[in-house]
Nanobody, 114 residues
Framework: VQLQASGGGWAQAGGSLRLSCTPS????????MGWYRQAPGNQRDLVAI???????NYADSVKGRFTISRDYAKKTMYLQMDSLKPEDTAVYYC?????????WGQGTLVTVSS
């Protein structure tokens, strides 16, 4: 499965960005999908996940600011990021978990300036 992520870029603190992720194969709705991020010198951390049933889970640091969703018609998963903070600056990775195997997108850079 290949994952095409897009939507990263630059924003000022308090601004918004939306990330998109489209899997090459059938994946929306039947696999757990999510977003992770990695800041320079840090490990890759979970940001948000969405299960096949539609349940969502967020890292405490983004609760109330980020929203994960999916569009079946467009076969795309999104991460709406509002009230951005400089500490949100990182490379964001789209993830699809199929069984015990993790599939990753290429990463998209998000930079938030104060």
């Amino acid at each position: 499965v290949q994952l095409q992520a897009s939507g990263g870029g630059w924003a000022q603190a308090g601004g918004s960005l939306r990330l998109s992720c489209t899997p090459s194969a059938r994946g929306i709705g039947i696999n757990r999908m999510g977003w992770y991020r990695q800041a320079p010198g840090n490990q890759r951390d979970l940001v948000a996940i969405i299960t096949p049933s539609g349940s969502t889970n967020y890292a405490d640091s983004v609760k109330g600011r980020f929203t994960i969703s999916r569009d079946y018609a467009k076969k795309t998963m999104y991460l709406q990021m509002d009230s951005l903070k400089p500490e949100d600056t990182a490379v964001y990775y789209c993830n699809l978990k199929r069984g015990m195997v993790d599939h990753w997108g290429q990463g998209t850079l998000v930079t938030v300036s104060s």
